[in-house]
């Protein structure tokens, strides 16, 4: 468990360095300087204390002491750098005589750790870096300063950072936010873990050389957190992250499904609008967004091919409870509506129950009218593809379970049945 958490931390760590020194490249921004620096000590340092890489250099030369003392000034390096990465995230910018207090208070802390580490006198012994008697506590002093310093960093970090997320609408740069703010909980966590080594250090003069379970798990979760956070934008996207597209794909793998009805009866009477006979009804998942596309293209088409079928008094038919093409006041109906004035659902209705009674006179064999200037025109859809759908998913809606496109659908098959058997 302490060589797989480790090595995950090391691995999420040093590819996130890569990936932000790639895109930082030759620029000015420091923070992001600060944040790629950090990323890239601190998993250079999870990487040389996972257990079997200090097991594969103990093998070449006694360097464990060398090992410890090198990690933790790079992750107390990995510390400056956040709290650098604070500072540059306040108001009013970087105050540079703040950023000179802290990089002089950074070095006199990294130089006292390794002299005191030193001056422990520490040596290997079977994995565990072991101080004599008399010098115990300068191993437990080591430990205290760098818990104490590395908190206070994530601590100027974390108050930032919560400041940050205040400010900051609803969307992938807060969710970005955020799990930067749990990594950095999570770091004052896995720094202040080191604390537990007190004991040991004070009663029996003992340091792991490597890193434990605990603190690898810590390590490996704190990273993912971090790396999740400070990629939010490129991953969370609603519409153009890689991780948003399985939801886009079933999306419209469920919209694809749910305009069959429609569809599929007018691909029964006018199967030339097909734009590709021989594609499946279901589509696979990650075509999905594309067949979703030709599936309203063929309706539209559909719509089109019907429209010489369409009653001349579709429009004033298809009104629930004789209203669909009146105003009605208090008195009753007043005047005609205008199409504007109609609610979506309103209008949806009218144009399902104008493509049932087509469909019905194109399948009894009625022979084309023609367009008649009261037939009414396709719902036109300003925007994207995205609204396009909702309009046709409505349309559909009414077309499978509206009582008046069934009542338009009945009174076109009498019509009909009375055109066919002629006057008697």
Request: charged share 15%; aromatic share 8%.
């Amino acid at each position: 468990m302490a060589d797989l958490g480790s090595l995950v931390a090391a691995a999420l760590f040093l590819s996130f360095a890569l990936y932000r020194a790639l895109i930082i490249w030759r620029g000015s921004d420091p923070a992001q300087r600060y944040i790629a620096g950090f990323a890239g000590c601190m998993g250079a340092a999870m990487l040389f204390r996972a257990p079997v890489v200090m097991s594969a250099l103990r093998d070449l030369a006694p360097l464990d002491t060398v090992v410890m003392l090198v990690t933790h000034e790079l992750k107390s390096f990995a510390h400056v750098l956040l709290l650098l990465v604070g500072l540059s995230l306040r108001p009013a910018g970087p105050d540079r005589g703040a950023q000179r207090r802290q990089l002089r208070l950074a070095a006199a802390v990294l130089v006292t750790g390794a002299a005191v580490l030193l001056m422990a006198g520490v040596r290997a012994e079977s994995g565990l870096a072991t101080a004599p008697p008399d010098r115990r506590w300068f191993l437990a002093v080591y430990n205290v300063l760098f818990a104490a310093y590395g908190t206070w960093c994530l601590l100027v970090l974390t108050r930032e950072l919560v400041r940050q997320t205040r400010q900051v609408a609803a969307g992938p740069m807060r969710t970005g936010l955020r799990l930067m703010t749990f990594a950095a909980l999570l770091g004052i966590v896995w720094t202040l873990w080191v604390l537990t080594y007190v004991p040991m250090n004070l009663t029996q003069g003992l340091h792991t050389a490597s890193e434990d379970a605990v603190c690898s798990v810590l390590g490996a979760v704190t990273a993912a957190l971090a790396t999740g956070g400070a990629t939010a934008t490129w991953w969370a996207s609603a519409s153009g992250g890689p991780l948003a597209a399985p939801g886009r794909w079933l999306s419209a793998y469920r919209r694809h499904r749910a305009l069959e009805p429609l569809w599929s009866a007018l691909r029964t009477e006018l199967p030339q609008i097909a734009l590709d006979p021989a594609a499946p009804r279901r589509p696979v998942l990650w075509r999905a967004e594309f067949d979703l596309y030709r599936r309203v293209i063929e309706i539209r088409d559909g719509h089109l091919a019907l429209r010489p079928y369409f009653p001349a008094d579709a429009t004033g038919r298809a009104a629930p409870d004789g209203t669909y093409g009146t105003a009605v006041g208090p008195t009753g109906p007043v005047g005609p509506v205008g199409p504007g004035e109609r609610s979506a659902e309103v209008r949806a209705v009218v144009e399902a129950a104008t493509i049932a009674a087509a469909l019905e006179g194109k399948r009894a064999g009625r022979a084309p009218a023609g367009v008649h200037s009261s037939s009414p025109v396709s719902q036109q859809i300003a925007g994207t593809v995205a609204a396009e759908v909702a309009w046709l998913l409505l349309v559909t809606a009414a077309f499978v379970s509206s009582p008046e496109v069934a009542a338009a659908r009945v009174r076109a098959r009498t019509d009909a049945i009375g055109l066919q058997d002629g006057p008697r």
